[in-house]
């Protein structure tokens, strides 16, 4: 073909080759779109394997989990550090309404028990004096057991186990971690295909229009995916340090928006994971528990031990010695049960005093851009070829079906 043919042959068919970075463009979008989707969903495997797909964060939950819990527990917040910001006695002073009230309860609950006729036969005062006698006690008692907690926190609360129990119980949080922290990469991540889609796109319809030949459409329809793909997720952590270039500063988008980003993701751990909920209920209710339940035995044993003093020797002989201290071993474990609920009615006291969004917010800050590469990279590094490779094939059936139309309309030598 001379200069004028394909010339002429331009301005006849002008729509259809314009038409080609469009698609193309069309093309890099779709499949960066698709290619995020697949990093996330579906949550369980959809199709008959090895023909089907589930998202590669819920697939390898356990290892993002993983790594979330590896970033949070060694990075950002150590276990004494969850408890260093509560102060024991301001704790108890804030429980004290509603600890003498389930002390109040427990009482009447196990003298009911173990000395219902004693008990009934007391008059109204002296059952009110024997329960204020010791409700004076208890906020001591729930302070004395807290500061117990936090000189022993390493045998009691194991961080690494609750968080990955919490992210491998619901992987929709797993995955909303990931889909917050990096929402603008993903965000870009699907635009720039539409920008390198249509400039390689470009080059494609030059190249049909000298060319005409069949493997040009399927071939660059393959690299807008491929090349596209690769570029986009490059674009995201490359450079890692900042690279100044006039007024303008080049580095990866997710590592330029690490302040953002450490809000962000703070704010997720603070509300979601490491909350005065999971924490105190992790204490007090958890696989580790029975070292504070011994805490709670000692305390309530003082407790009731002071109060009985000089009597103690008639109380044991009205009651009998087993029966007191079953009764003793009884208010301790009833005490134990409603521990979390106490607790938790110093909750805005507690999520201040643990000040986990701050504290994990300032060391993500402070983290190296290696480090900090690694909150949001392992979602694209893991399996990244296969979500590199079905953007390529989608993006060659996509320049084969542009192949069959140019057959279609007798634009193929």
């Known amino acids: 073909m001379n200069w004028q043919s394909i010339l002429a042959d331009v301005q006849q068919n002008y729509l259809v080759y314009g038409s080609i970075p469009i698609i193309a463009a069309i093309v890099g979008y779709v499949t960066k779109v ?23 964060v819920p697939r390898n939950a356990e290892r993002m989990a993983a790594i979330a819990v590896d970033t949070i527990t060694t990075k950002l917040v150590s276990v004494k550090e969850v408890v260093a910001g509560l102060d ?19 009482i009447r ?98 190249c049909w229009v000298l060319l005409k030949q069949p493997w040009i459409l399927p071939t660059f329809g393959f690299a807008v995916g491929l090349i596209s793909d690769w570029i986009a997720l490059n674009l995201l952590f490359e450079p890692k340090k ?40 992790e204490m007090v209710q958890g696989p580790l528990s029975e070292r504070v339940q011994r805490m709670v035995d000692d305390q309530v044993r003082n407790m009731v031990d002071n109060k009985a003093s000089i009597v103690k020797p008639f109380v044991v002989m009205a009651v009998g010695a087993n029966t007191f201290q079953e009764m003793k071993q009884d208010i301790a474990i009833r005490l134990m049960e409603e521990l979390k609920g106490v607790i938790m009615h110093a909750e805005t006291y507690v999520q201040t005093a643990l000040d986990i969004e701050n504290v994990v917010g300032k060391k993500m800050q402070a983290m190296t851009p290696l480090e900090f590469e690694g909150l949001l990279r392992p979602v694209f590094k893991q399996e990244e070829w296969i979500l590199i490779a079905v953007g390529a094939i989608l993006g060659g059936l996509v320049g084969e079906g542009q192949l069959l139309a140019m057959m279609y309309l007798g634009l193929l030598n």
């Open 88 to 106: 024991s006695d301001r704790l108890g002073k804030e429980l004290e309404g509603p600890a003498m009230e389930v002390i109040e309860t427990i």
């Open 242 to 281: 900042p690279i100044p270039l006039g007024s303008y500063t080049i580095q990866g988008l997710f590592l330029k928006r690490q302040k953002q980003v450490a809000a962000d993701y703070a704010r997720i751990i603070a509300t979601d994971i490491l909350t005065p909920q999971t924490i105190i209920g």
């Open 109 to 206: 609950e196990v003298m009911a028990k173990h000395q219902p006729k004693l008990w009934e036969s007391l008059p109204n005062i002296a059952q009110r004096k024997l329960i204020d006698n010791v409700k004076k006690d208890v906020p001591k008692v729930i302070a004395s057991v807290m500061e117990d907690i936090k000189n022993n926190i390493d045998q009691i609360l194991d961080l690494k186990a609750l968080v990955i129990r919490i992210l491998m119980n619901d992987k929709h949080l797993l995955n909303r971690i990931f889909q917050e922290v990096g929402h603008k990469e993903f965000k870009f991540f699907g635009i720039s295909g539409l920008y390198f889609g249509f400039m390689i796109g470009l080059i494609q319809m030059v």
């Open 34 to 56: 698709a290619a995020v989707k697949m990093m996330f969903y579906p949550m369980k495997y959809i199709g008959i394997k090895p023909f089907g797909w589930q998202g590669i």
